[in-house]
């Protein structure tokens, strides 16, 4: 007479499928959190209970028996397709268009490469995401939630702090191949330099270059000269082609200090008084659908770890 499964067998199941995953009794144990006794014990219980063995215990291995392999290979299918469809119902829930608007350096270097991971945690959410410059004023009802740079003052509006941005200047390599040294910034007035105009809400044309020098106390030089540009990004990639000496933000330079294509001439950072930070109206957060793309952005910030 064949014996339904019942709870406890279901237990049983779990230990099994972990331990066939693993094939040793003492990482699926870890992973359970209990003893390697209580998941041999499980084991010869679900044996017992279906009447054939699943595993055979070799010195110091496992090995799945023909029943346990094809056993395995069901259960591992069964729980694969209860996780999808708990994430399916999960974000069902979820469901819907999510306005994301973002200044575009940091959109295009911080949150387009991490994108695929929110797609992937909440497939049904629908992101209309836009990219805007800071000196455009935010306006309730035109987002759900905005990732701005500022220095955290947002009149009517609530905004969660990502992190402080921080500046120090840059430039290719070759730039500085048959020029004078570039080892203290008197000597930048033999350089050209690159200015990202809108580098935050209010800044004028030369606003990085002059917060810079002025905080590392260096001597005055003629900073009104050389390309000036509408995108930290597009800064980047002229001083990448050797164009000049630019600011890069610390938050948006991502692998070219390690590759080598820029080098940091001066060791001093300078923080800002900067940060990014998530932008929203008041009560905003009640929507469940906002309030997981909220946590979502806050917990990437917090796995960023600056460049250098």
């Known amino acids: 007479m064949q014996r339904s499964l019942n709870g ?29 006794g209580a998941v041999s014990q499980q084991i010869k219980q679900l044996e017992e209970r279906l009447g054939f063995k699943l595993f055979r215990r070799l010195p110091r291995q496992l090995e799945l028996t ?48 991490r994108l695929p991971r929110l797609q992937a945690r909440f497939p049904d959410i629908e992101l209309q995401v836009i990219a805007e410059d800071s000196n455009i004023s935010l306006r309730e009802g035109d987002f759900d939630l905005a990732l701005d740079l500022n220095d955290g003052r947002y009149p009517g509006f609530h905004i969660t702090p990502l992190m402080d941005e921080v500046i120090f200047p840059v430039c290719a390599p070759s730039l500085l191949r048959g020029k004078p040294p570039l080892n203290r910034p ?53 001083a990448i082609a050797g164009m000049g000496v630019a600011i890069a933000r610390r938050t948006l330079i991502t692998s070219e200090l390690k590759t080598g294509q820029l080098i940091a001439p001066f060791p001093q950072r300078v923080a800002t008084g900067k940060r990014y930070g998530i932008v929203h109206a008041q009560g905003a957060l009640d929507d469940r659908r906002v309030r997981v793309v909220h946590d979502w952005i806050v917990e990437e910030a917090g796995r960023s770890a600056p460049s250098e």
């Open 8 to 36: 406890q067998t279901h237990a049983w199941l779990k230990v099994f499928a972990v331990s066939a995953r693993y094939l040793s009794f003492t990482r699926a144990a870890e992973e359970l959190h209990v003893t390697t």
């Open 66 to 113: 023909d029943e346990g392999r094809r056993l395995a290979a069901v259960v591992d299918e069964a729980y694969q397709s209860v996780g999808q469809e708990v994430r399916r119902l999960r974000s069902g829930v979820m469901s819907g268009i999510l306005r994301l608007r973002s200044v575009p350096s940091f959109l295009a270097k911080w949150m387009m490469p």
């Open 186 to 238: 008197e000597d930048l007035a033999w350089y050209p330099l690159l200015h990202d105009v809108t580098a935050w809400r209010g800044s004028h044309d030369y606003a990085e270059w002059e917060h810079y020098l002025q905080a590392i106390g260096a001597p005055r030089i003629n900073l009104r000269r050389g390309y000036t540009f509408n995108r930290n990004q597009l800064t980047m990639e002229a």
